[in-house]
């Protein structure tokens, strides 16, 4: 585990970027694991201001994306498609069929679940995986639970996660109840790892996550076991550690 300290949110978001940048220069057709919300929304900013600059080409990149809402299509202003399109694709060189969403729309959400699982196999497997950290300490849509589910699947949300995202949304009885998630072994078999974390709201859960006990009721907690995972986080975030 490398603990990577950032002063603030706009430092985070800029050494988190690194990261990405120095993974696309190395490995320009690699497959990137993209994550959505608050806490990465700096980090494409930042790859957005690189590509600009001429310092990154996107054409040879390939993306999944962690997640999506089941019931939202890709023009829904809070599908994942559309954050991702308005804040890092349309916005950089990437080829929109090298990227890759789970479909919300899908009549069969179980065999759309199967299909991403395959999908990621097929693109040769996920060479570097940002994540965000739910105050429940879930990752990716993985909610706490009894087990930890290895691969893509339909999770219902959590009280505390329909709650947290409710912001986004006009009221929290319009956040869905359900998405697609990658699971655990999807996310684990990425060759690389970058858990993004601000704020000091989530410092306790980020204690937990790094020095607590492995356990699917701390869905992130399962990062302990990662050869290769890095933690980019804020004063705040690491404010009791």
């Known amino acids: 585990m490398n603990i990577i300290r950032a002063r603030d949110f706009e430092d985070m978001s800029m050494k988190a970027a690194d990261i990405v940048s120095a993974q696309v220069k190395r490995k320009p057709d690699s497959l990137l694991g993209l994550a959505t919300g608050g806490s990465v929304l700096g980090l494409y900013a930042n790859l957005t201001k690189d590509y600009e600059n001429g310092n990154l080409d996107f054409s040879g990149i390939k993306t999944v994306n962690l997640d999506e809402y089941i019931g939202l299509d890709g023009v829904h202003d809070q599908s994942y498609r559309y954050y991702m399109d308005n804040n890092?694709?349309?916005?950089?060189?990437?080829?929109?069929?090298?990227?890759?969403?789970?479909?919300?729309?899908?009549?069969?959400?179980?065999?759309?679940?199967?299909?991403?699982?395959?999908?990621?196999?097929?693109?040769?497997?996920?060479?570097l995986q940002l994540l965000g950290l739910g105050l429940n300490g879930h990752i990716g849509f993985n909610e706490p639970g009894i087990v930890f589910i290895k691969d893509t699947h339909v999770v219902e949300l959590d009280e505390s996660?329909?709650?947290?995202?409710?912001?986004?949304?006009?009221?929290?009885?319009?956040?869905?109840?359900?998405?697609?998630t990658m699971g655990i072994k999807n996310i684990m078999n990425a060759k690389k790892i970058v858990?993004?974390?601000?704020?000091?709201?989530?410092?306790?859960?980020?204690?937990?996550?790094?020095?607590?006990?492995?356990?699917?009721?701390v869905p992130g907690s399962i990062l302990q076991f990662h050869p290769d995972f890095t933690v980019v986080a804020d004063e705040e975030a690491l404010s009791v550690i």
Do not use: W
């Not at 890092?88 to 679940?113: A, Q, W, Y």
């Not at 991403?116 to 097929?122: A, D, R």
């Not at 709650?163 to 319009?174: L, P």
């Open 88 to 127: 890092l694709f349309n916005h950089v060189n990437i080829k929109k069929e090298n990227t890759h969403v789970p479909n919300g729309m899908s009549r069969d959400p179980g065999i759309e679940c199967e299909r991403y699982t395959n999908l990621i196999e097929k693109l040769g497997g996920i060479d």
């Open 195 to 217: 858990l993004c974390v601000s704020g000091k709201q989530k410092a306790g859960i980020l204690k937990t996550v790094l020095f607590g006990d492995v356990t699917p009721l």
């Open 161 to 180: 996660t329909i709650k947290a995202n409710a912001r986004f949304f006009a009221e929290e009885a319009r956040v869905p109840g359900k998405a697609i």
